[in-house]
Antibody
Framework: QLQLQESGPGLVKPSETLSLTCTVSGGSISSSSYYWGWIRQPPGKGLEWIGSIYYSGSTYYNPSLKSRVTISVDTSKNQFSLKLSSVTAADTAVYYC???????????WGQGTLVTVSS | SYVLTQPPSVSVAPGKTARITCGGNNIGSKSVHWYQQKPGQAPVLVIYYDSDRPSGIPERFSGSNSGNTATLTISRVEAGDEADYYCQVWDSSSFWVFGGGTKLTVL
């Protein structure tokens, strides 16, 4: 059974960079047909896709966040990572990592991790 | 950018049928996927490619998609179906797009 687990600081200061890692177990991140992505959900609000990466390094980013987002992959560790720069309180959210079928759906999700932006 | 529009809330009595809509420009030409999210939990895929159900999802959940509206239908609604529901599509310009979500209340 595929499992995804987010890890990283739960508190980030304004203007700093948010960094999270997702560790994939029970399957290979190098599987074809899948992207690996990040989705966030501000408290009490809806889901927002942030960006996704293929094992080869090919990426898609949400146009509204593209200037601040970097997603990378480490196939040797079966992990992928998110960096979101210049954060503000509006970036406070539960961040989920997920497996995404190319051009289609999201079939596996991590449990999510709350990141709060505050001084 | 591609926009998906959902009603903020839908209410239904137990045993009745709930219909949650997802509107988008010519959404019938795209594949629509639906997720259920209960409080404090990650979303769960309940319908993919308009009308397919993942294993473990009850047959009471079904989907349709035509024109400018996709619909998630939940028959014989149970108290355990109370949750937020999100539609999602892939768009060539906006990539993975979510609707704003609909809170289903079981009366």
């Amino acid at each position: 059974q595929l499992q995804l687990q987010e890890s990283g600081p739960g508190l980030v200061k304004p203007s700093e960079t948010l960094s999270l890692t997702c560790t994939v177990s029970g399957g290979s991140i190098s599987s074809s047909s899948y992207y690996w992505g990040w989705i966030r959900q501000p408290p009490g609000k809806g889901l927002e896709w942030i960006g996704s990466i293929y094992y080869s390094g090919s990426t898609y980013y949400n146009p509204s966040l593209k200037s601040r987002v970097t997603i990378s992959v480490d196939t040797s560790k079966n992990q992928f990572s998110l960096k979101l720069s210049s954060v503000t309180a509006a970036d406070t959210a539960v961040y989920y990592c997920a497996r995404q079928v190319v051009g289609a759906t999201i079939d596996y999700w991590g449990q999510g991790t709350l990141v709060t932006v505050s001084s | 950018s591609y926009v998906l529009t959902q009603p903020p809330s839908v209410s239904v009595a137990p045993g009745k049928t709930a219909r949650i809509t997802c509107g988008g420009n010519n959404i019938g030409s795209k594949s629509v996927h639906w997720y259920q999210q209960k409080p404090g939990q990650a979303p769960v895929l309940v319908i993919y490619y308009d009308s397919d159900r993942p294993s473990g999802i009850p047959e009471r959940f079904s989907g349709s998609n035509s024109g400018n509206t996709a619909t998630l239908t939940i028959s014989r609604v149970e108290a355990g179906d109370e949750a937020d529901y999100y539609c999602q599509v892939w768009d060539s310009s906006s990539f993975w797009v979510f609707g704003g979500g609909t809170k289903l209340t079981v009366l």
